[in-house]
Every structure is written in structure tokens, then in C-alpha cells.
């Protein structure tokens, strides 16, 4: 089963080592601009969010291209840019719901997450867990537990309450 | 490359803006941050000036490792003669100022003269820009930094700027930037007010280049798993800097009520545990995996409900230790107005604790507080004065002056109560058992303070084996060592080496939470030399790396020296050498610093960083370092 990374955005802090890693590794230099990854924040209230590509099934960038130049990657489970066919119109990102499509002013042309041909650097350089790259069955079932979690705390205290009562 | 980052000279009088690159021998011989900005100070500001006058000059920079791999590169400098001290005025914060200053194209500015009516600088991707801040002067430190983002309409403008403080021209008031991120020490808040300067704003989207990618890829993650291995970053992780200042008190090496006591005894609600719990998160710096900085929330009172982000250690000692408070909403609470004023913590919780002490000792009276009863542990009164101080109201506006202006002010025996050292309060511990700390603190080239060059880790009582393994490289040490951190002999050299490290750290930029610091096993100058080599393709070895910090160093003191410095700066106040303490476990009470031993100290030290007696670096130590000939203008 293909891997996806998963963002939990309460982990954050803010730090944007994903943004320079990025950088570095697709362009060998420091420049946010350039990654693939952006931290969205809201710095005087403290919250911090990791915006990068879904590779969504259904891609609105791979329907909208003129050219076909996006197209879907089964083994690693992601949208990738053939860039040879690419022209630069930047439909796709027009249409990316996530802002997650970008076009890069000095490289003159899109770019978007490949999640690193299968180590994707955020996910490896991020200590705190906000960005995970895990098994795509897994995403939901983390989930599943803690919020399931939640409720059994929750109908234990009613249950406390009630036999209280 | 990481080395094209440019000087932009900003004439504030006359508007005109100049942009030159950095030589790489400038490079070499400086490094960049802190070290490059003493080269320009010693270079650019006339002696015996009026600090608060145009004549100063304001350096703001950040350093050669900015915004690269080298973990924690976020550390902006600001420099300037102090006007608390008259001496080297030298501030650092972490953030996210100084790596967008490098997007932006510039590693150094320097800003001269002083503009007609309230301005701020515009940086923008190579282009400099001076614009009107009529709309911004009197805003908070947190306002400010939203109103230019809206009037320039990019969220990811990153900003630095003065809160009220500075331009009241409180003599310990910040620089800042994000939530708290403090340019704390020596009034360069105030410098800025006094420019009409109320903010730099920088937005970058430049490449840096990364000399070996892959490599600096590497390794930084080889530097991450040691930073964040260490117990110390783990326990800063989750309580903040706060965890020091519970491991202090829990010894005795706090400051109490002002100097009367060096424990807070009782203290549990601010304790870091108990701050902890009120915490809503952690946030980090840029590229910072220790995350160090807790988010909360005010609990009660009239601030109840405010987002804030600290508080660090320095504000426990402020708001509860100094002044003997026992409240954590108190210090949640200091800690944010310290924010938004843009105060120095330190400063303003000394300078309330020695009030305190003369208000008890009925040197001040009611009539001199304006009817606020100031004795020790009235958390309304400690708060309400942080208000005052900010405005200049009343006793606030005495205090506001610092300590010695304000000691001349009041008169009487106030002076005889007063902790500080070069004219600015000690930081909020007690080094009465700690002689290499006590050192530390008297000949900082800053006045008192932790971060110029504390053996923080003397006090760990390390065996001599792994003190030797450090303090004997990149140069070579044979002298004493000593794991008692109550011990004179061996210190003198500690201080030193943490001094040239230090200054080493500001000169890359990095934090010094990411190096040898609070933890032994941390990076140092084997680590900097691969680092500088692999994002900045400078190839410099440990011993190159401390000479430059040396020489950067050995600049501070002339600095000093040319504005009056002399062996008696170097010393600590007598309270230090006749009240002992009187709490903490056994070998920290009953301690007091002894006079003879203290000044051998001084002695050794001057001769380990081959100064003459009375502290003046000799002509051959100049000449070794290549600044025999300064100020030499290459800049």
C-alpha cells in the first residue's frame, strides 16, 4: 500500500524547517519561495498550518492540463509533472483547491510536491510528528483511535455522572 | 551563495541609501552577525557621543549561517553604543527576522543619522526602502507588526520594531520582533526611538545558495538527532526555559527581593510545572527543533483571554523571584506587557525589585510611588510600575533612566542597594557561590549578563576529564579545572572560552540552546567549521573560527576602552562580597564572593586573553588578531 503524509496541524510549531529542506533538496538553495511546502500562520494567535500537495485522486491540475503533463504515479501514490511536456500555462494552478501548485518566479516554472521520489524530507526532518508519511490506511485509523479516545473519556464521565445521580 | 548577502548604509537625515557587498577577507577576519556588526560599531560611531544623539549609529544584521542548514540559523543582531551603559550596546533575538533580511538580499544595515518625523524601513528583495510611520508610532509591539503587513499586503512580511518603551526612550527598552522575540540588553529599543525609527520590515525570495546540498542535508540531521538527544533540549522542549530557573531556585542561585534572599521559597505556582500546565503549546524559531517557546493564554484577570507566547526564565525572575511574588498569572502577565512595550525583562523586574528594597528601607515613600505601596510581593504594585515605566510617569520615568541615572536621581544610600554591573542590573540569578558565573556577569563587555559568557555548564559538576575534553580545544589548556562550581581556580579560562564561543555563535547566527550552552554534548567549533564549509562553502577551521570570534571580541574591548572602560567595570557590587546568602541547599549557603581570590580572577582572566593589569588588550595580542591598526574603514 502507497504511502501519503499526513499533517497534524496542532503539532506544528511554526519552526518551517519543511520549507528550507524543500528548498534544498529541489533546488539546492534556501528559499521558502521555492518549496513545495508552506507554513501558513497566524503568528499572534499562534496557529500554525503545513499546506502542501494531497495527490488527490481525482486531481483538478491533472483534469484541467492542456497538455497532459500531470499524470498519476500508482507505485508512489502521487501527482507528477512531466516537465518536458509542460508549457508553463499555470492552469493547474489556477485550480488547485490547496494553493499547493505554485509557480516558481526563478525557476520559471510549476512545482508542486513529489514527495521526494518515496523519502519526503518534511515528514523526515520533522521531530515534533506534525508531518508524517505513513501508510495511506493508516491516516484515518490514527484518527479513528483518538477520537474515539475522546468519546469513551467522554460517556465514562456521563456514565460516572448518571450513577452519581 | 550564502556569502553574496550585502551592507545597505541608510542615512536617516538625508534619505540617501547605499548598498556595498561583503569581501570575503571581511568574511574570514569577522565571520558576519555580531562580529562583523563590533567591526562596523568600532568603525562607524565617533567616540565619546551622546548615545541618544544622531550621532549613534544603529547596526541591525544576521549571521553568515542565517536561513541555512546549520539548525536554529535564526538569530538577528542588533547593535549600537548603549544607551544604558555607554559601553558596547549589543542585542540578539531569535525568530524569524533575521533569515527573511537574507531572502531579502542583506546580511547588514547600518542606519545613520536620525529622520525628520516617525519612519520605518521597507526591505523588499535587494530594494530599500524608507517610508512614513506616522500612523504606527505609539502602537504596540504586536499592533505595529499587523498594520504593516495590512499596508503592504503581505502576511509573510516579517518585522522589527520598538514598542512604546522605545520611543519614550526607556534606556532598557528592546528591540523586537514576532510575539516576544526580545533584542534584550543595553537600550537598543531606545536608539531606534531616538532615530525617529519605529520598524524594519523585510520580505525576501532571493535564493541562498547551498554550497553542498546533499551533504548539509545530511548533515543538519546529524545535528538535530545530537541537539535534541541531549536531556537538556527534551526538557526545554516541553517547560521552556523556565526548567532553568526551577533547577536554579531549587539550589539557591535566584535572586530574591531584590539581592536580600537567593531563594523563592514557596513557590510552587511558578515553578515551571505549574507553568506548564497553563501552556496551550510549544512554537520553535526558524529551523528550531528544540521549541523551546510555551504559547498561553492569560487565566484571570483583566488581561484574562490574551494569546501571548514565554514566559522565559528571565520573566519568572522579573515577575516573581526579584521582586518576591508567588503568582503565575503575574508573570504571564509582566511577560506580556514586557511584549508589547517592548521591554527588557531583566531590567524592568530589577529595577522594580531594588524600588522595592528602597521603598521597605523608607528611601522611597508613598509620596515618591504616588501612593502605590511598593514593598516586596504586591503583585498590583510590581505591574502597575511596569505600566509606569513604559510611560514615563512619575517614579516610572526615574527608573525608566536605568539603574545609575536613577540612583543619581533618587540620591540617599539608594546606590548601596542597586545590583548591577557597567551600569546594567544583573540578570535575575544569585552568583554568590558561583565564582566562574560571578566572573562572568562582572566582565561581560555588555554589563551583567548570562549570555556573553556564563560556564552554564560549571554547574553541573562534570568530572574534570570531560571539562578538560572541551575547554581544551581549539586551543590548547593545561591549566586547573575544577567540577566544584564553588572553586576560583580554572575559571578564569572557562569564561574566556565561553566568551570567544559565544561570541562565535553570534557570529553564525545560531542559537546558542544548539550549542555548547546548557549542555556539554552540544555542537561547538568542529561542528561550525563542517557547517560553515557545507552551506556557505567557506572553509575555515576550529582554531580559524576562534580567532575570528576572538578578534570580534578583542573589538568590543577596544570599543569599551575608547569610551572609558577600566578594571573597575570589571567588578561587582559590594553586596556580592559582604552579604552572604542566606538559603539554599548546604554549599550554597552562607556564600559570599572573596575579594582577593576575585581579583586574582580578574587578573588570570586579562591574562588569558593577553590584556595588560588593568584590562587593555596588549599591542601584540592586537597584532596577533590583525586589528592593531583599527578603525580601519574596509567598511
Redo the contacts between chains.
Sequence with gaps: MAKVLVIDYEKCTGCRLCELVCSVKHEGVSNPARSRIKIVKWEMEGRYVPMSCQQCESAPCQAVCPVKALSRDETLNRVIVDYDACIGCRMCVAVCPFGAVGFDVLGKRIIKCDLCDGVPLCADFCEVGAIQYVDASQQSTTKQVTAADKLSEIMQKVAQAISSV | M?LNRKIAYIDLSTGQIETKPIPVEMRKKFLGGRGLDMYLMYNHIKPGIDALSPDNVVFVSAGILG???ASASSRTHIGGKSTLTGFVGSANMGG?FA?EL??AGFDHLVLKGKAERPVYIWIHNGEVEIRDAGNIWGQTV?DT??IIREELGD??IKVLTIGPAGEKLVRFANVMT??KDAGGRSGMGALLGSKNLKAIAVRG??????EH?AE??EY??KI?TQV?SAKVSQTQGKLGTPFIWGATNSQGLIRVRNFQLNQLENADEVEPEALEELA??????????V?CRS?YIIPEGPYAGV?D?GPEYTSQGAFAGEPGCRNANTVLVGNHLVNIYGLDNLETGSMIAWAMELYEKGILTSKDTDGLDLRFGNDDALIEMVHRIAKRQGLGDILAEGPLRAADKIGKDSIKYLVHVKGMSNLHSDERATPALALGIATGSRGADHLRSRPAIDLYHLPESVLRSIYSQPVPYDGPLSSDYRDYEGKPWQVVWQEHTYEAVDCLGICKYHTIFLGATLPNYEEWSRLLYLNAGLEMTPLDIWTAAERAYNIERLFNIREGLTREHDWLVDRYFDEPTRLGIPGVRGRTIDREKFKKMVDEYYEHHGWDEQGVPRPETLQRLGIDNEPSHML
Design positions: 550564502a536561513a541555512t542548514l524569524f533569515p537574507r531572502w504586536h507588526q499587523q502576511r509573510d514576532g510575539l525570495t532571493m535564493d541562498i545558495k547551498i546540498p548539509a542535508l543538519n540531521k538535530i535534541t496551550v503549546g510549544m512554537a520553535g524559531c526558524f529551523g528550531c527543533q521549541h504559547k494569546y507566547e
